[in-house]
């Protein structure tokens, strides 16, 4: 009988993922890889997007991050 993965252990692999993806791009060998990863155990489609989700926050709080307490740029009109 094959070891079962823990739920944190595929969160983990699941964020590896998301940054390979994210670095390499879907290539169709990478893509083809990824999809033999997530068939393996129903887990982890729902862990990989829980992860795009967070990276989708983190993404956009750092935009906002970066935007406080900067001069509003001026637009030419008085």
Do not use: C, N, Y
């Amino acid at each position: 009988m094959e070891k079962q993965d823990t739920a944190t252990e595929i969160d983990a692999e699941a964020a590896r993922w998301l940054l390979r993806l994210d670095r390499h791009g879907r290539t169709p060998e990478l893509e083809a890889e990824f999809e033999a990863w997530q068939s393996g155990d129903p887990r982890r489609r729902g862990a990989f997007l829980r992860a795009e989700a967070a990276w989708a926050v983190m993404d956009r709080a750092a935009w906002g991050a970066g935007t406080e307490g900067r001069a509003r740029p001026a637009t030419g009109l008085t």
